[in-house]
């Protein structure tokens, strides 16, 4: 049952860098895409869910070349608090990284956003058996994994990381903010943490390119002081990555903490550092 309406090598950095701009004279504005929300029935988890789907200035159904795709976790967050569709607007225009086909999905809060993003075979089964096949069915997207980032902060950026290593035929890049790599396998808060980076070295090694991000500041344990903090759990996952021989750039964003204002500044230029491969 579908539901559809329209809306709309390791790195330091020396501070959080300031959100890339394209060259532009003065009080210009680059083109903005289309943001088109819907609703479909998630047979996975069987509720409705939310997604928004932008397409770039132009967009062209019947394009000769398909355009690469990006999904993004926290679907809200990503319009909101950190504006994917206004950053992937600039880097078009600039001409700092090609048009993108984008799919923001909503994950809720609390108890129902972890049991999406924590480790959630089901979610990967969302994004596999029904996600993907929808939008390729729908949008003049690629079907190059190589072509398509998946993201997301947090729980996201853990997301981000299982669902590749799950399925490399649909996602074959990853950018993680501040990924919570410190939690146990389908939601668990318990241990054995760092559930994902145990997985990485039982797993043969995934065609699949990661960029890491994490803050400086974010050396805080989890679980009310019984578990491991994000910087550490990212490091680790890192090594653990390395040591399979994945291609992974990492950065620890000196001053950086586990907020938005944090993660918005890097996702232009982590866009850039993926696409410049392509």
């Excluded at 089964?125 to 929808?134: I, K, T, V």
């Excluded at 996702?267 to 993926?274: K, R, Y």
């Amino acid at each position: 049952m579908l539901f559809i309406g329209v809306l709309a090598a390791i790195t330091v950095s020396a501070s959080a860098p300031t959100t890339a701009r394209p060259q532009t004279r003065a009080g210009d504005k680059p083109p903005t895409g289309k943001l088109t929300a819907l609703t479909l029935f998630d047979s996975s988890y069987r509720r409705e869910r939310k997604i928004w789907v932008y397409t770039p200035t132009g967009y062209d159904a019947h394009a000769a070349t398909p355009y690469p795709l990006l999904v993004a976790f926290d679907g809200e967050e990503y319009q909101e608090e950190i504006p994917l569709p206004r950053v992937l607007d600039s880097l078009a225009a600039a001409g700092r990284a090609p048009g993108f086909v984008a799919v923001l999905i909503d994950n809720s809060s609390g108890g129902e956003r972890i049991a999406d993003l924590g480790n959630a075979h089901r979610m990967v089964d969302f994004l596999g058996r029904q996600l993907m096949p929808y939008v390729r069915a729908h949008w003049r997207v690629t079907t190059d994994p190589h072509r398509v980032i998946i993201t997301g902060s947090s729980a996201g950026g853990l997301a981000s990381s299982f669902a590749a290593l799950e399925r490399p035929d649909l996602f074959g890049n990853v950018l993680s903010q501040s990924g919570a790599f410190w939690r146990g396998a389908e939601a668990s808060n318990d241990a054995p943490y760092e559930w994902l980076a145990t997985r990485v070295r039982q797993l043969p090694k995934r065609d699949v390119t990661f960029l890491l991000d994490v803050g400086a500041l974010e050396d805080h344990t989890t679980l009310g002081g019984s578990g491991p903090n994000f910087r550490d759990a990212t490091r680790r996952f890192h090594d653990a990555l390395l040591a399979r021989g994945y291609a992974v750039t990492y950065t620890e964003v000196r001053g950086g903490q586990h907020a938005p204002q944090f993660w918005t500044p890097r996702l232009a230029p982590d866009i850039v550092t993926l696409t410049s491969r392509w």
